[in-house]
Nanobody, 113 residues
Framework: VHIVESGGGLVQAGGSLRLSCAASRRFSVNVMAWYRQAPGKQREVVATITSRDSPNYVDSVKGRFTISRDNAKNTVYLQMNSLKPEDTAVYSC?????????WGRGTQVTVSS
């Protein structure tokens, strides 16, 4: 399974971006998640969504980010609004089934002040 992220870029503070993460084929997924890693910092989980569409968010993005999924397109999204400079990071997505975690290579998000 190949996982590919897209939608990153440069945006001014207060702006919005929508990240997409597509899998190369349909498979039974338990959890899909977005992570981010800023320079010099550890990778952190930003948002998760389960097979029952139960989303969870790290406190720093609650009310600003929304994770969603489109099963027909084998895609998970991360809508990011009211972006802040501290949201600057490489964003990666992860799909988990019963046997393994599958990662994309990431997409850069840069928020200018």
């Amino acid at each position: 399974v190949h996982i590919v992220e897209s939608g990153g870029g440069l945006v001014q503070a207060g702006g919005s971006l929508r990240l997409s993460c597509a899998a190369s084929r349909r498979f039974s997924v338990n959890v899909m998640a977005w992570y981010r890693q800023a320079p010099g910092k550890q990778r952190e989980v930003v948002a998760t969504i389960t097979s029952r569409d139960s989303p969870n968010y790290v406190d720093s993005v609650k009310g600003r980010f929304t994770i969603s999924r489109d099963n027909a397109k084998n895609t998970v999204y991360l809508q990011m609004n009211s972006l802040k400079p501290e949201d600057t990071a490489v964003y990666s997505c992860m799909w988990r089934d019963n046997w393994a975690d599958y990662w994309g290579r990431g997409t850069q998000v840069t928020v200018s002040s």
